[in-house]
């Protein structure tokens, strides 16, 4: 059930672009910008456990992110608290970004859980200090407000976080819920974030575990 961070290599590479590498003529703060984004291509290598529902592979960081923000959009309304959906599209596309360097950790691997916020912090450190100083600060501040829920944004964006391997467990009768020590108690209490977000869709979750118990999907805990 672990998704292993990544090797220490990894965490020492140099970046994929380097902002002093480009053209003389592009101006300083685009060159870090545009060195960014090329950083940020790494996402796309990171595996997640959960299994696609329309192809036989496991999704990466990138296609999860990509799912959340189409979520927001088409599930905002279910918020408990009214939501700015531009703020909320932001806080679910940048904070996936740190596992670039810090890996994917499996929601139900307590052994990687353990150092997860130091490995992320320095990971977000190190990957926003690529971008020019006031859009580190904010990347930073959005990443940081996702992790502390201290919003009704960040606390519905979290909800999405949740909900979204949930739907494809689901989907795929069974998916990562059928790995050794997965049960229904362990599943209910680590999802159960997605009732701070929104009951409407907590209520949605509850019937799916039931639905998974029922079916053999998912052992009863």
Known sequence: MTA???APARGTAKPLLDAEGLPLDIPGRLARQIAFIAETDRLKAV????????????????????????MVLVLAEYANEPIEVERTLKLVLVHDLVEIYAGDTCLFDDAARKDQAQR???????????????QEAEFHGLWNEFEERRTPEARFAKAMDRLQPLLLNAGNHGGTWRAPGV???RVR???SVIDEGSHDLWDCTEKLLALGVREGWLKRG
Do not use: I, Q
Not at 48 to 62: G, T, V
């Open 4 to 6: 292993s961070p990544p």
């Open 47 to 70: 595996l997640r456990l959960s299994p696609l529902l329309s192809a036989n592979r496991r999704e990466n960081d990138a296609e999860h992110s990509w799912h959340l923000a189409l």
């Open 120 to 134: 992320e912090g320095a990971a977000a450190k190190r990957l926003f200090a690529l971008l020019p100083t006031d």
């Open 183 to 185: 049960t229904h108690t």
């Open 189 to 191: 209490e680590r999802t």
